[in-house]
């Protein structure tokens, strides 16, 4: 197969010798060199709290549904009571680690 120049006209109508040379700054430089040759990631401050809250959500225990709809239950009859001394326990408990 042959392909002929049917009238087509060429890319560039001007010629390229009118091009000027930038002389560059002392002390400036376009590309910033990473010392040491590693790649580098930052993370905003939303992408270090979102990974803070997944490694959080990791040791917590999967929920009990079942647990959760009777104390629905419960509250919405007015049939919940809360316990104070053992809300007060289990709070010193998790707010003081070893104080037992």
Known sequence: MKIENAGLSQIASHSTDNTVRVEKKAGQSDVQTVRGGQDQALMSG??????????????VEDTNMDRISSLQ??????????????????????????SN
């Open 46 to 59: 939303n992408g270090r709290l979102l990974s803070k809250a997944r490694v959080a959500l990791n040791g």
């Open 73 to 98: 239950r419960q509250i919405a009859n007015g049939d919940y009571t809360v316990q104070v001394k053992e809300l007060a326990r289990k709070l010193v408990a998790r707010l003081f680690p070893g």
